[in-house]
DNA sequence: CTGAAAGCGCTAACAA
DNA sequence: TTGTTAGCGCTTTCAG
C-alpha cells in the first residue's frame, strides 16, 4: 500500500520506473513523482550498526551459542566439522569477538595502563614504544595517560585506570609526587604496579630503571679524566631517586679524585626548560666559574650549552659538558655532546615483561628490581 | 579440626611451633610435619581482590541496585537523602564504577583508538598528546597503537580497536596503506573515523591536514627570493597525498618565478633515515649540483645536512636548506635549520575535536575537511 | 521516589 | 560433543 508523500492517498499511485536505483511513484490526484521516504533506511542504518555476536551465528546455524563460543577458541570438546562451521559463519558475517563483554565475564581487560608525566621529549614515547611492542605481542592494549607532571592529575589518571579495569600499571611519576594512596589501591585490588625511571622509594613493587649511579660516575670520571677540576652538576628534583642516584655517581666519582666537593657547585633543577636555563645561568655568573658541568639530562645540558655559546665561553675547552640519557637533538648540535645513554626502549620492555609476568603469576608473584646498564658515549663537548 | 595432610586422620595431630607466621602441625601416625593447606589465603584473595560494586553499596543500605545506580548519576527521581547515602556509602566502601560494564550495556565504550605510523619523531607523539587532552576532557580514553608503517600490523591494529568497540577512530595511515578495507569496517559499523596528516582520498570522512601546498611553496619562495636558482626537492613516498601536495606548492613556486621544473631536481624519500641518506647523496653528487634543497620533512633535511657537512659544502652559502615540520634538533643544529612550522598538537587536537562532534552527532554528522596553517621559520641555513 | 526484571555479549560449570 | 543455565556489573524500562 503506497501512500503518497503529499495527499497520504492510496487511491491514484502509480508506478513510474526507478531513480537511484530506487522505485518511483507517480500520484495522479497530485500530478506529483515521489520514491519513499528514508525511513525503512533508518533500520537499515541501525542494522548497518549491529555487530554481529556470537548468538547471530549460532542462529544461522541452529546450534546454541556456547558451542559457538567453544569453536571460537582452541576448546578439544568440539567436533571439527562444526568447529569449520562455525568458523566459517563467523567469517561470513564478519563477527568480531566483543572483547568488553569478554572482559566483563573473566574479571580481565587484557589492558594495560601507562602513566607517564609527559609526552613530549623522546625519552618517554620512546619506552612506551617498547612497553606497547611487548604488550602487544602478548595480545594486551594499552591505556596511555599523562599526569603532566601534576599529583592531580596523575591521581585521575590512576582512577581511570582502575575504573577501566586494567591488568596491570606501568608508572613513572610526576616530580611532585609524594604521596602514593592511589598508587597502593592498584595493589589493594591486586592489580601489579611496575615502576620505571621514577620510582617509588617506599612501595614494595617492581622497579625498573637505569644504574643512574654508575652511568654519573662514569660521566664524572670522563670529565676529570679529560683534565676539568671544578665540577659542576645540574641535578634534578631532590624527590626523584634517580637525582639521588646520579648526584651520588656525581660525589663519588670526585672523591675518588680526591676532588673537593662543593655545595654550591650542585644547583637543582625542576626538568623544565625555564628552570634549566636559570641554572644555567647561575652556574655560568659564578666568580669562580666551573670548568665542567655534568647535567641531568641531556635537555638541560642543551640549555646550558645554548647560554654558554650565548656568553662566547668555549665549549669543550673553557667548558665541558656531559648529559643524561641521549636525545637525538645532543647528537646534531654543535659541539655534539657526551651523553650517557640509557636504554630507553629497553627500559619499557623491561618493565613490560615483568608486569605480564606479575600479571600471570598474580599472588606469587614477587617484586623485583631491574636496573639496566648505561653506556657513556663520547663526543665533542667534554674533550680536551 | 585438623586433619593430617597426608592420612586424613584427626586423631594424631599436635601442634608444632610455627613455620613463616604460620601454624605447623604434626601428625604422629604419619611421623610428619605440615602447615595447613592454602585454601583458606584463596578466599583473602578473592576478598582482597573484590572491587564493591553498586550491589554491595544495595545491600549495605538495603535498598535496590537500580537506586543505587540512580543515585550515582545525575537522576532528577531521586530523594536526595537516599543519594547522600549512598555517595557517603560508596566512598566509604571505595567504590570504583566498572567502565567495562556500562561500556557494555551503553554499546559505547567512551574509548578513541588512534593508529600511527610509528611514535618516535616528535611528531606523532604531539599530536597524540594533542588528541589525548581533548579526549580526556570529554571523558575518553585513548587506546593507541602503532603500525609500525606496516599495512598488516595496521589491519591488524584496526581489528584490535573494533574488538575493543572504541566509539571511533583516529588514523594516519603507513605509507604501503593502499586497501582500505580495514578502515571502511569502521565506517560500516557506524564507528566515525578521522584521518590525520597522512589521509585517504577515497574515503568521505573527515580529514584533519596541514596547508602543506602553501607550506611548501612559501619555502621554495623563500629560497627563490634569497638567491637561489637551482632547487632541488626531496619529496616523501608517492602514495601520500602530502608528498603531493608538497611537491605542487614546490613546482608552482618554480613556476611562479620562471624558473625550470626539471626531474631530476625531485626525488623522493620513504623517509627512514637510510634513504634519507641515500637521497643526499644522490643530489649532492650531481655534476650540476643544486644550490639549496627543499625537504619533505626535517629529519630528511637534517640528514641532508649532515652529508653536506661531511663534505665541506657550505651552508647556507653554498647549499640552502629548508625543512618541514619544525623538529626541536633543527633548532640546534648548526647552521640553524629553515623549516615549515606546523602546528602539531592542533592537528590532534582538531582532529579529536571533530571525531568527538561525530560520535555525538551520529548519522547525522557531516564529514568535514580541516586546513591547518603553517608559518614558515626562517634561520640561518637558508640565508645567503 | 523506588524496586523488579530484563538484557548488553560473553564464558563456564553442569547436564544431557 | 552439545545444550542449558547462571552470572559478570551495569542501565533502563515498566510497575508500583
Known amino acids: 500500500m503506497i501512500k503518497c508523500t503529499r495527499c497520504s492517498q492510496v487511491h491514484a499511485i502509480s508506478k513510474s520506473g526507478t531513480v537511484r536505483g530506487k522505485q518511483r511513484y507517480y500520484c495522479k490526484d497530485c500530478n506529483m513523482y515521489f520514491t519513499l521516504p528514508e525511513e525503512p533506511a533508518a533500520e537499515i542504518r541501525q542494522h548497518k550498526k549491529h555487530m554481529t555476536t556470537i548468538v547471530d551465528i549460532a542462529k544461522a546455524l541452529n546450534i546454541s551459542k556456547s558451542t559457538v563460543s567453544r569453536a571460537l577458541h582452541e576448546h578439544s570438546d568440539i567436533n571439527p566439522q562444526t568447529k569449520a562451521a562455525v568458523l566459517e559463519m563467523a567469517q561470513q558475517l564478519d563477527y568480531q ?46 591505556i596511555i595517560c599523562q599526569s603532566q607532571e601534576s599529583y592531580k592529575t596523575e591521581v585521575a589518571n590512576a582512577n581511570i585506570l582502575l575504573a577501566n579495569r586494567v591488568d596491570g600499571v606501568l608508572i613513572s611519576m610526576t616530580r611532585e609526587t609524594k604521596k602514593f594512596d592511589h598508587i597502593k589501591a592498584f595493589e589493594k585490588h591486586g592489580i601489579p604496579v611496575v615502576f620505571f625511571n621514577r620510582v617509588c622509594d617506599e612501595m614494595n613493587t617492581s622497579k625498573v630503571l637505569v644504574n643512574d649511579y654508575e652511568g654519573a660516575l662514569k660521566a664524572v670520571e670522563h670529565l676529570i679524566k679529560n683534565g676539568y677540576r671544578n665540577i659542576a652538576h645540574i641535578a634534578g628534583p631532590p624527590s626523584l631517586l634517580l637525582t639521588r642516584n646520579r648526584l651520588g655517581g656525581y660525589r663519588d666519582a670526585l672523591k675518588k679524585y680526591n676532588l673537593p666537593f662543593k655545595e654550591d657547585l650542585v644547583v637543582h633543577c625542576n626538568l623544565s626548560k625555564k628552570d634549566a636555563v636559570q641554572c644555567a645561568e647561575q652556574l655560568l655568573n659564578m666568580k669562580n666559574r666551573p670548568d665542567a658541568v655534568f647535567c641531568v639530562n641531556d635537555p638541560v645540558a642543551i640549555q646550558l650549552m645554548l647560554e654558554a655559546k650565548k656568553r662566547k665561553i668555549k665549549i669543550p675547552s673553557e667548558l665541558g659538558i656531559v648529559g643524561f640519557s641521549n636525545e637525538p637533538s645532543g647528537e646534531v648540535i654543535e659541539p655534539a655532546l657526551t651523553t650517557v645513554q640509557q636504554p630507553v626502549a629497553d627500559i619499557g620492555r623491561s618493565a613490560a615483561d615483568i608486569l605480564l609476568t606479575a600479571i600471570k603469576q598474580g599472588e606469587d608473584y614477587v617484586p623485583e628490581m631491574k636496573s639496566l646498564k648505561t653506556t657513556l658515549i663520547v663526543r665533542e663537548s667534554s674533550k680536551r
Open 97 to 142: 569477538p566483543n572483547l568488553l563483554a569478554k572482559s566483563l565475564v573473566k574479571s580481565k581487560s587484557n589492558t594495560i595502563g601507562i602513566i607517564v608525566p609527559e609526552f613530549l621529549t623522546y625519552f618517554f614515547p620512546t619506552i612506551i614504544m617498547g612497553a606497547q611492542q611487548v604488550a602487544a605481542q602478548a595480545g594486551y592494549n594499552v
